[in-house]
């Protein structure tokens, strides 16, 4: 242990965000203004298939990071990574970009609830297909 002993939270922030006059609060918002300057750079050069189901999260020291909704869209994404990154140094106001990380983030479905049941349950479609009525799964009649 250091001879300072114990620092504050606080103390700690400001010596790692820099300047401490400026907060924590002027530090996100720099942060904020950058990925929202990388998302409109995003939505620019990105074609709209890829665009639709990948989108950046995160910036940190150069390196994108990127969230696709499966792993399909990310192997596409992948493939045109170098392809974009280029596109997106090429625009003004935007930092240097030297890397795409690519998160995948299935969106989970969403059900809503069976409106003839009085407690909201879900519908359970374990026994048939979808749109196709339970009847239709019976047995053929033998023939003799």
């Keep these: 242990m250091s001879g300072k002993g114990f620092r504050s939270l606080a103390t700690i922030l400001a010596d790692t965000l820099g300047d401490p006059n400026q907060g924590l609060t002027s530090a996100l918002a720099r942060h904020n203004a950058v990925l929202a300057s990388i998302q409109a750079g995003w939505a620019e050069t990105t ?21 696709a909704d499966s792993s399909a869209w990310a192997s596409r994404l992948r493939q045109q990574s170098d392809g974009l990154l280029q596109a997106l140094c090429l625009l003004d106001g935007l ?35 979808p749109g196709v009525s339970p009847k239709t799964h019976t047995k053929p009649k033998s023939r003799r």
Excluded: F, M
């Design 47 to 67: 074609p709209a298939p890829l665009r639709e189901h990948c989108r950046p999260i995160h910036y940190q020291a150069g390196q994108i990071t990127v969230e």
């Design 95 to 129: 930092p240097k970009l030297t890397q795409i990380r690519i998160k995948v983030n299935p969106q989970a479905p969403v059900i809503p609830p069976d409106t003839n049941n009085p407690q909201g349950h879900h519908k359970t479609t374990a026994n048939h297909s």
